[in-house]
């Protein structure tokens, strides 16, 4: 009998790690979809798509699944390689996961001053921190180390667009419109994301016109961030130059994923209001999200006002992109809301009476 050679071990190992992962894809359940509270306005529902119920807490768990069967499938992974990636949130805590399932070391290049809270959720799923500064080096830090190692940087800013499986019947997109028709409704009238990487908003968009369900998708943006402005004036290469101070999304320049022809309305939230929703999220549903969703809420209010104006009726759909307990002592504090210098009773005021009557005052996105 002939001896199995090294090449053929290796290979045979990423045949096995690409069935675990889609296999791990094909067994995890849909997330949860809940009805928001909303009086009015009339003939509108509000549903809650919530993404903090996957295993690793965030919606970035799927796209790190996808981005390191991509990786395998491209012959960048095999058995032992180490895994670099520049990324202090979500996305490392997914990542993290993943490499541990596959038996693969994993360092997240973080900026220096990242907190230990947000270092410790890393560590928690196996990985370990390498702190770097300046913070805009840690990308480039992160693939030279990677070299160094004989390792793989996945590196997610430019490559999870195309990795992402936006067709398969596990896609968000694909979990939103099979949730709305198990409960007796038509597909909803917007979807609302966020918008960081840009894949989850390409993923989304893709799907619904893949299917021809006549949504509309929205995505949100906070101060600071490139892609209202970038949007607007339909320039791609549209940068800030700052960063966004809303977790999770928001970034300086319109990142590689981010596909705008899928993309109905972009909606500008200020960051104030992004905590006050979150806030106004968890007081009437008791579900602790991240300010993303936050963001994602104002984002819904402002559509839901729109259909009003425009005597449309349905559904909006929001993505609540993950939970709130990582900012238990930072967005939900607050001592530490008051030092960014955020004031959020006007905001919070102006949510409250849409909850309760339908009236929206602030000045609408078009």
């Known amino acids: 009998m002939a001896r199995e050679t090294g090449d053929e071990r290796d290979r045979a190992w990423v045949g096995r790690a690409i069935e675990l992962l889609l296999a791990d894809r094909a067994a995890e359940p849909p997330t949860p979809l809940r009805k928001f509270p909303l009086a009015g306005p009339p003939g509108a529902a509000l549903y809650l798509k919530d993404e903090s119920r996957r295993p690793t807490g965030s919606l ?28 202090s949130g979500n996305m490392a805590v997914a990542q993290a996961h993943f490499a541990r399932l596959l038996g693969l070391p994993y360092t997240a290049v973080v900026p220096g001053k990242t907190g230990m809270a947000k270092r410790r959720r890393i ?61 007796g409704e038509p597909a909803p009238v ?52 700052m960063p966004s101070r809303i977790e999770g999304i928001g970034r300086p320049r319109m990142e590689p994923a981010f596909d705008p022809s899928v993309v109905d309305l ?13 806030r106004h999220l968890h007081a009437v549903t008791g579900l602790m999200a991240g300010p993303s969703s936050g963001s994602c809420l104002w984002g819904a209010f402002h559509v839901l006002d729109r259909m009003r104006r425009d005597g449309e009726r349905g559904a909006v759909v929001m993505v609540v992109g993950d939970g709130g307990a990582p900012y238990r002592d930072t967005y939900y504090d607050d001592s530490w809301v008051s030092a960014k210098g955020w ?10 009476r849409f909850t309760a009557t339908g009236m929206w005052d602030v000045a609408p996105a078009e």
């Open 343 to 352: 004031q959020l009773a006007g905001p919070l005021g102006d949510i409250e």
């Open 266 to 278: 972009v909606i500008p939230v200020p960051d104030a209001a992004s905590v006050a929703a979150m």
């Open 60 to 87: 970035k768990h799927g796209p790190a699944r996808d981005l390191l069967i991509d990786a395998l499938r491209a012959g960048e992974i095999g058995p032992g390689t180490p895994l670099f990636e520049a990324t």
């Open 190 to 241: 917007w979807i609302v994301v966020g918008v960081g990487s840009g894949a989850t908003s390409a993923a989304v968009g893709k799907h619904l016109r893949m299917r021809g369900a006549g949504t509309r998708l929205a995505v949100v943006d906070p101060e600071h961030s490139a892609y209202f402005p970038g949007w607007a004036a339909d320039f791609p290469g549209y940068t800030t130059g």
């Open 123 to 183: 560590e928690e799923r196996g990985g370990r921190c390498h702190p770097f500064d300046p913070p805009l080096a840690v990308y480039e830090k992160a693939r030279s180390l990677a070299e160094e190692a004989g390792g793989h940087c996945p590196d997610h800013l430019e490559r999870v667009g195309d990795a992402v499986d936006w067709r398969g019947p596990e896609s968000l997109g694909a979990q939103i419109l099979d949730d709305l028709a198990k409960a």
